[in-house]
């Protein structure tokens, strides 16, 4: 077991591009959650999908976040016009079912310069 | 809505000494209550949890936390830390209604050799 795979590990992105993360959950688990981590807000939850179905994205900002989750093998968090403010570190988590022990990966360190 | 309130940013204590990270939740239902530690560079671990029964939960590395509804608190405590301690530590919540788990915004713990 490979754990959550989160790729790529850094993304350099100029202002106002587009930017794809992608999340590879652990087998088997139906719950797959996307955070951001800064230093001045700390964890922030974006959203999350249960059985590969969007459950909650109270966190997304509106205008320029999307997430999706095409099967159950990967999630992906688009971010279109890129802003310096979205700088972050962008962490997934799986878990295998309701409220249970969350598995992370280590994370997309995003720079938007 | 759920949230969690860590109110020490930063803790720093000599290796050996005892440890009490504070942690309070907001939750007007049953809550789940988690800890999670962060290594540099890494993603989130959980440390422990509880859902019901026994208030004091033991975890991994001697780590312990107490669950005290009357005051809505969930402190983890440690006997005697180790240099190898040092990391941020991040109290959570979440319930059986919701696989929405929101997390604290951390303590980050230095040990001092």
């Known amino acids: 077991n490979a754990g959550v795979i989160q790729t790529p590990r850094h993304k350099v992105t100029g202002k106002g591009q587009e930017a794809t993360l992608w999340c590879e959950p652990i087998s088997g688990h139906s719950a797959v959650f996307w955070y951001r981590q800064t230093i001045v807000q700390g964890l922030e939850f974006l959203t999350y999908?249960?059985?590969?179905?969007?459950?909650?994205d109270s966190g997304m900002p509106k205008e320029r976040f999307s997430a999706q989750m095409p099967n159950q093998s990967h999630s992906t968090l688009k971010i279109q016009s890129t802003q310096p403010q979205d700088s972050a570190v962008y962490l997934c988590?799986?878990?295998?079912?309701?409220?249970?022990?969350?598995?992370f990966g280590s994370g997309t360190r995003l720079t938007v310069l | 809505a759920q949230s969690v309130t860590q109110p020490d940013a930063r803790v720093t204590v000599s290796e050996g000494a005892s440890l009490q990270l504070r942690c309070k939740y907001s939750?007007?239902?049953?809550?789940?209550l988690f800890w999670y530690v962060q290594y540099p560079r890494q993603g989130l671990q959980l440390l422990l949890k509880y859902y019901s029964g026994d208030p004091v939960v033991q975890g991994v590395n001697g780590f312990e936390a107490e669950f005290i509804k009357s005051n809505s608190s969930f402190h983890l405590r440690k006997a005697s830390v180790h240099w190898s301690d040092s990391a941020v530590y991040f109290c959570?919540?979440?319930?059986?209604?919701?696989?929405?788990?929101?997390f604290g915004t951390g303590t980050r713990l230095q040990v001092l050799p």
């Open positions: 999908f249960r059985n590969q179905a969007p459950i909650d």
């Open positions: 988590a799986s878990s295998f079912d309701n409220a249970e022990t969350l598995y």
């Open positions: 939750y007007s239902g049953t809550p789940y």
């Open positions: 959570a919540v979440s319930s059986s209604n919701t696989n929405k788990v929101v």
